[in-house]
């Protein structure tokens, strides 16, 4: 899969002219591929545009303009656009108040590697989760995770055929099932593959 570079990103000033009219792009983009997962989980998948988004929000916030700034990011980045066999994404736990986000997140140590994805009756995948730096401890876990999840050629095949996905979370503080994904996820999700 295609990853970001210097040239591909482009200069902040390029995208401050055109921000308006590609931020309502990525917008709609991102809503085809985020999935609520019960109440207080979503799932975000990334992809190439997505993280290439990221970069660029992050040149606007930060005032980015020096070379070795900008690879600094697109070096951060990278790592969460799919190759080819896998799928990337954000686990976001979302507690609006405080003091619940708090308590619930003691409770759900743990949940980062308790969310699968299946294929049809293909045995179902659990994720690979946080490889950059560890983002629980013994008393909490985080409200964010990065999940990878790498497919066999077979389970990309029937899933690019059409076959029917599910989502679960089988965490015992947290448990959520979907059992068929939309066609719009499925479709983008696909596309991620080679």
């Given amino acids: 899969m295609t990853k970001l570079t210097l040239a591909s990103v482009g200069s902040l000033e390029h995208y401050l002219q055109q921000r ?16 609520a997962l019960g109440p207080n989980a979503t799932l975000h998948f990334e992809d190439y545009l997505t993280m290439k988004y990221q970069v660029l929000e992050m040149m606007r916030a930060e005032r980015l303009s020096d070379a070795i700034a900008i690879q600094q990011e697109i070096d951060a980045y990278n790592p969460l656009i ?13 507690f609006p108040d405080a003091n619940e986000r708090r308590h619930q997140l003691r409770k759900l140590i743990g949940v980062e590697t308790s969310v699968l994805i299946q294929i049809d009756d293909f045995a179902a995948v659990a994720p690979i989760a946080d490889e950059d730096v560890s983002r629980c401890t013994e008393e909490k876990t985080s409200a964010v995770h990065f999940l990878r999840y790498e497919f066999s050629s077979d389970m990309i095949f029937a899933a690019k055929n059409g076959a029917k996905w599910a989502v679960f979370c089988n965490h015992p503080a947290y448990r959520y099932h979907i059992s068929e994904l939309p066609g719009h996820l499925t479709r983008a999700l696909c596309q991620d593959f080679d």
């Fill in 20 to 35: 308006p009219i590609f931020r309502q792009a990525v917008i709609a983009h991102k809503n085809n591929r985020r999935l």
């Fill in 82 to 94: 799919p190759d080819g066999r896998n799928l990337k994404c954000t686990l976001m736990l979302e």
